[in-house]
């Protein structure tokens, strides 16, 4: 009975309360015949080989089992309480860790951004670094190309000027081109009689004035071939005019695209 | 908290089915007609029983079981609160917003 007693609350511990307590109760089943048993050997007062006190051991031990588990349900059912209060701390957890989740992947995005845009302007510092130029090199090309009025008309120019920020028909007849063109071929000195018009020779009144035509327009001031530096001078060069651009470039207010 | 006790208690008090045995036995042995009516007493307090057990929470596993499940469930919320603690401590800077 002992050996049975503790078989059965073995057993008893590794089952769920659930399926523990109606086991109690309905073991042994509390039907009427047992009842009208007992009253049966109690009214008659005869010894029946003690099974009726048996069973009535039987059944004030399975009241007293009854009685605790139900007590253990209740302190599980306070144990359940605490789980669940705890399992809310965990989602509550689960939530602010997902928002530091999320801020942290934000902060990632905006440093990586940062990160590739400096990279890109150092690479910008260093080709720039590598094509460095002189400050003054680039004034003096600038001043070339301003001088040439290409950019800006002259200050004294009026509606009717003749002159144009590019070349024109007679400027391109009276250089270098138009003078090949105009080879001797029959007439005298290579010329046709009366042609001087055609073969580019202004009159002087016509002839417009320009900071470079003089003694170089046969070398012509064509602008830097690329890949070479604006510093070479070309033979022969005026030297007035270099000191002009050279005082010119060096006062930064004298530049000719300023005129606002 | 407070008002559950004598709740408890008289849940304890109510647990124990001999009393109503008891009263049967007792009906049974003057020959009364209320055998009946107690044995339906019995089966009634019987059924709320099953009722009262049916409704209670956290017996779906054993004590031991819960026990375990509980201790697993405190780990949980001490580790999250030493990984949060751990984010929190580190450097953060403000984020700042799209205009």
């Known amino acids: 009975m002992a050996v049975r007693l503790s078989l059965a609350s073995t057993w008893r511990a590794a089952r769920p309360s659930k399926e523990m307590l109606p086991h109690t109760m309905t073991d042994p089943p509390p039907n009427r015949e047992l009842i009208e048993m007992l009253a049966l050997s109690r009214s008659q007062k005869l010894p029946q080989g003690g099974e009726d006190t048996q069973i009535l051991e039987l059944l004030v031990q399975r009241d007293r089992e009854f009685q605790e588990l139900m007590r253990v349900a209740q302190e599980q059912g306070k144990v359940h309480q605490e789980m669940q209060v705890l399992e809310k701390e965990v989602e509550k957890r689960d939530c602010d860790i997902q928002q530091l989740q999320k801020q942290l992947k934000e902060a990632e995005h905006i440093l990586a951004t940062a990160v590739y845009q400096a990279k890109e302007k150092l690479k910008s510092i260093d080709k720039a670094r590598k094509g460095s130029i002189s400050s003054e090199e680039i004034i003096k090309y600038a001043h070339r190309i301003s001088a040439s009025n290409a950019v800006c008309a002259p200050l004294n120019w009026v509606p009717g000027d003749p002159r144009r920020p590019y070349p024109t028909d007679l400027e391109m007849r009276s250089g270098m081109l138009g003078h090949m063109s105009n080879l001797p071929t029959n007439g005298v000195n290579g010329h046709l009689p009366g042609d001087a018009l055609a073969a580019g020779r202004l009159p002087d009144v016509l002839t417009p004035q320009y900071p470079w035509q003089s003694s170089d327009v046969s070398v012509g001031m ?33 530049s000719s695209s300023d005129s606002d | 908290m407070a008002t559950n006790q004598p709740k408890q208690g ?16 007792k009906c049974m042995d003057k020959d009364s007609q209320d055998v009946h009516q107690e044995l339906v007493k019995f089966k009634t307090r019987i059924q709320e029983a099953r009722e009262q057990i049916g409704a209670m929470p956290g017996i779906d596993m054993s004590l031991s079981e819960q026990q375990q499940e509980l201790e697993t469930l405190r780990e949980q919320v001490r580790t999250k609160n030493q990984l949060l603690q751990k984010y929190k401590s580190l450097c953060m800077f403000e984020v700042p917003k799209a205009s």
Request: hydrophobic letters at 25%; charged letters at 25%; proline letters at 10%.
């Open chain 1, 222 to 254: 064509l602008p830097p071939h690329h890949g070479n530096d604006f510093g070479l001078e070309p033979p022969g060069h005026n030297k007035e005019n270099e000191d002009d651009v050279e005082a010119m470039s060096t006062d930064s207010s004298s």
């Open chain 2, 10 to 25: 008289s849940e304890n008090d109510d647990c124990s089915f001999l009393p109503l045995v008891h009263d049967v036995i």
